[in-house]
């Protein structure tokens, strides 16, 4: 597989075994999906400045309130607020996991001031404005939701925070007054914003969204440089701001590290299909238009461990539980589930739920797509609790699904969403007319 397009020289040497040797070189010509856009209609000949997805829905939003949506990224449908619209200017956006959560920036003539705002809406379509700030140079430039908190940054030092996204509150971080604050993403174990202020940089992570720890000095940039967009993307948190390259950082935001030989500004940023991609420009070609491209590094257990126990010691290691919710942290890992989330399909209930279909059993797993590579997932059945488990289905890292036993094969596979493959193991055909079976899932390193 070819992580980028382009030309590439290939060689065949092939060897009879008994001393001869055949040599064939060939340049073949990679097509590259990412290097071809199509321009479509957005609905608006306004600037568009930020997108949020779900899984069904596109929003995009910009200047003077303007707001499309698309289910398809092709066609786009034009909405609207109720209010006067021309002052509005979305600068972020996002998706809670119930609404949609734009934030900007709007004139507030009660105080003859520009201010911060936000609306929500649950389809994309409807908008509601839920805040209007009444404090002078209040703008709103990011937006994040770890689905029960959502926390708003913006100029002046201003972090807002909802536990609902409906109502908004202020909020405070020790040694944040002026500060522009421009970025902020949820890693699902901590929220980091990025800003600046003269001379210095500003990040600072939080669990909660309440409680701030300044990681400033781990940005690793010149006081003439600065961070201020940051996602969450994949498996660490990138950013990028004034001259500062691109940087990540795999440890919760504690430090960030570059290894771009250039100045990028890239505020817009994704990730998809194993690929990592921003876009900006380039402060050392005279701001040229830039894009960047990274392929997916190969995620281990290790590094794992390192982005969610970055102290490591006790409850890190692999068989440890952390949140105490029955699953161990090598099993978390491989679900690429939370684990220091006990609740929900972070706990034990995420593992898998059994199904009783076609008079037979079978156990329904939710796996990520793709899955480890450095894993073993297994699926064992026995028709006792007390021994007698044998191998049914087996999956070795990133590889297909075998059946193990004999009879008719039970591995149903559905449609992979929001980077989850819904998979079924049914019990075998030999323990047909058992009165009960059992089914569970083994995942253990090679």
Not at 366 to 387: F, N, R
Request: proline residues 3%; glycine residues 12%.
């Amino acid at each position: 597989a070819f992580a980028f397009g382009g030309s590439y020289t290939i060689t065949l040497r092939v060897s009879d075994g008994r001393g001869g040797l055949s040599t064939l070189t060939q340049t073949i010509n990679v097509a590259d999906p990412a290097r071809t856009f199509t321009q479509r209609a957005s609905g608006t000949t306004n600037n568009l400045n930020a997108l949020a997805a779900n899984s069904s829905t596109v929003v995009a939003a910009g200047d003077g309130g303007a707001i499309s949506t698309s289910t398809d990224g092709v066609t786009w449908t034009p909405r609207s607020v109720t209010e006067f619209a021309s002052n509005i200017y979305f600068r972020a956006a996002a998706w809670d996991g119930s609404q949609f959560i734009l934030v900007g920036e709007d004139y507030n003539f009660t105080i003859s001031a520009w201010v911060g705002v936000v609306y929500t809406s649950t389809d994309g379509a409807t908008w509601t404005r839920r805040f209007l700030g009444t404090t002078a140079s209040s703008q709103l430039y990011g937006v994040a939701s770890n689905g029960s908190r959502a926390v708003a940054v913006g100029n002046n030092g201003t972090v807002l925070i909802s536990n609902d996204s409906l109502i908004w509150g202020s909020g405070t971080a020790s040694g944040i007054t002026t500060q522009t604050l421009v970025g902020i993403a949820w890693n699902g174990s901590v929220f980091a914003f990025t800003g600046y202020t003269s001379g210095s940089t500003v990040v600072f992570t939080s669990t909660d969204g309440s409680s701030w720890m300044d990681r400033s000095l781990g940005a690793g940039v010149a006081t003439w440089q600065d961070l201020r967009k940051i996602a969450w993307l994949n498996d660490r948190f990138v950013s990028s701001g004034w001259y500062s390259s691109l940087r990540i950082s795999t440890d919760n935001a504690q430090t960030f590290t570059t290894t771009r030989p250039v100045a990028e500004e890239t505020p817009a940023m994704a990730y998809g299909d194993g690929i990592y991609y921003t876009a900006g420009i380039n402060h050392d070609a005279s701001s040229a238009n830039v894009d960047v491209l990274s392929p997916t590094p190969a995620q281990t257990f290790a590094s794992w461990q390192t982005v969610h126990f970055p102290g490591g010691g006790a409850g890190s290691h692999a068989g440890d539980d952390a949140d105490f919710d029955g699953v161990a942290n090598l099993m978390e890992y491989g679900l690429a589930r939370e684990p220091w989330v006990a609740s929900g399909v972070n706990g034990a209930a995420g593992v898998g739920y059994p199904l009783s279909q076609s008079s037979r059993a079978w156990l329904h797993l939710d796996l990520p797509e793709p899955t480890m590579t450095d894993l073993i997932y297994t699926v064992q059945g026995s028709s006792t609790l007390v021994g007698g488990w044998v191998v049914l289905a087996q999956k070795v890292g990133s590889g297909a699904w075998t059946w193990q036993v004999g009879g008719a094969s039970h591995v149903s596979l559905g449609t992979v969403c929001s980077g989850r493959l819904p998979v079924e193991i049914g019990m075998p055909d030999s323990a047909d007319g058992q009165p009960r079976y059992f089914l569970r899932l083994q995942i253990s390193a090679p």
